[in-house]
């Protein structure tokens, strides 16, 4: 039932225009810098944040827009589909991106390793309060789960279904 | 890399990319990113595309880059003397 809802809904030529792929690469480039921008400051200086008054707004601004866009994109969509609805360039293109997703994981964890052992080695006194713990590990999260979908879409060329 | 001559063989049928991706049981995106070299198909589509369009797999795809149709003719035209 859920693979023929699946199904129903293929990449169109429009999904992959140059209009479509140039937005995604845009984007998730602007999704991934404002929501960067947006967490760290709120985890470690929220009143910096407050601060810059007008400039919050338009950083909430342009991640609410290329959310947006990235929501309306089937593209991303159809790569969070289960893998057997899938055709199999958009396959390999999903497997692709798993690997770029648990690559970075693998990198971040082993930098978050190394920091850990420096400040401990320099005895440096750092403690991370739980809310900025959570806006941590959502940064995390965007790296994970945003980051792939960036480089794929740097990657695939637009296409139309002509010639 | 794995060379092919998917392009010529769909226009000499004169089919669409979406026509053939339909007949193969793709997306049309398959079909144009294999068209493009971006992308190498499964064995299993690529036997697909060589029994769809009659001709032995190894004319369709190749490791090595195909010749020009006027070279191969020439080489065909010398072979034949």
């Known amino acids: 039932m859920i693979v023929s809802i699946f199904d129903k809904m293929p990449l ?15 984007s998730s480039i602007l999704f991934i810098l404002s929501a960067l921008i947006l967490t760290t400051l709120q985890a470690f200086h929220p009143e910096l944040l407050e601060r810059i008054g007008i400039g919050r707004f338009i950083v909430q ?14 593209l991303t969509s159809r790569l969070a589909f289960p893998q057997e609805t899938l055709d199999e360039w958009e396959q390999s293109l999903k497997s692709e991106m ?3 997703g648990y690559s970075t994981a693998c990198i971040l964890a082993l930098l978050s390793c190394i920091v850990t052992v ?5 005895q440096v006194d750092f403690t991370l309060h739980a809310e900025q713990l959570t806006f941590l590990s959502l940064n995390f999260m965007i790296a994970m789960f945003i980051f792939p979908i960036a480089v794929i879409a740097w990657r695939i060329k637009p296409l139309s279904s002509r010639n | 890399m794995i060379y092919n001559r998917i392009k010529i063989l769909r226009t000499e049928k004169g089919l ?4 053939l991706a339909d007949a193969v049981g793709v997306n049309f995106q398959t079909i144009g990113y294999l ?8 064995l299993e589509l ?9 001709v032995p797999i190894d004319m369709a795809f190749s490791p090595r880059p195909f010749k020009s149709l006027a070279e191969e003719l020439t080489e065909n035209r010398r072979a034949a003397e």
Do not use: M, P, Q
């Open chain 1, 61 to 74: 601004g342009i991640l609410g827009v290329s959310s947006i866009f990235f929501a309306l994109n089937r």
């Open chain 1, 118 to 122: 420096l400040l401990y080695n320099f």
């Open chain 2, 46 to 54: 690529a036997f697909k595309l060589a029994e769809y369009f009659e």
């Open chain 1, 98 to 100: 798993s690997n770029i």
């Open chain 1, 12 to 26: 169109r030529e429009k999904d992959l225009s140059h209009f479509a792929v140039y937005g995604l690469r845009i």
């Open chain 2, 16 to 19: 669409s990319r979406k026509e």
């Open chain 2, 35 to 42: 068209e493009r070299g971006d992308y190498n198909a499964s």
